[in-house]
């Protein structure tokens, strides 16, 4: 699976902002995606998770209530739907897709390293 990421840009604070990332592959839909973000001087962190079924849905704490992770197979992308921005929201945003097909489990669907395809990022800034 190959992913491309898209969709970041500046936004004011309190605004909105949607995330593509679409994939290439005929396997797409048999995968969970989970999105992640990594502000400057801070490490990757986990954002959303998506089942391949669309059943399981995860997200952090500090997201919850203001970002939508959702899906669309038939047409190989899934999205991150990001309100209310806050400033410290800025990060690369990046999407990836689990390491197994068929296969979504709280809390390894967290860790970073369960993912074996990433997009190239996109770039996400806040204005306060």
């Known amino acids: 699976v190959q992913l491309q990421a898209s969709g970041g840009g500046l936004v004011q604070a309190g605004g909105s902002l949607r995330l593509s990332c679409a994939a290439s592959?005929?396997?797409?839909?048999?995968?969970?995606l989970g999105w992640f973000r990594q502000a400057p001087g801070k490490e990757r962190e986990f954002v959303a998770a998506?089942?391949?079924?669309?059943?399981?849905?995860l997200y952090a704490d500090s997201v919850k209530g203001r970002f939508t992770i959702s899906r669309e197979n038939v047409k190989n992308t899934a999205y991150l739907q990001m309100n209310n921005l806050k400033p410290e929201d800025a990060a690369v945003y990046y999407c990836?897709?689990?390491?197994?097909?068929?296969?979504?489990?709280?809390?390894?669907?967290?860790?970073?390293?369960?993912?074996?395809?990433w997009g190239q990022g996109t770039q996400v800034t806040v204005s306060s």
């Open positions: 990836a897709a689990y390491r197994k097909s068929l296969y979504y489990a709280d809390p390894e669907v967290r860790r970073i390293s369960e993912y074996a395809y």
């Open positions: 998506l089942s391949w079924s669309g059943r399981g849905i």
């Open positions: 592959g005929r396997t797409f839909s048999r995968y969970t």
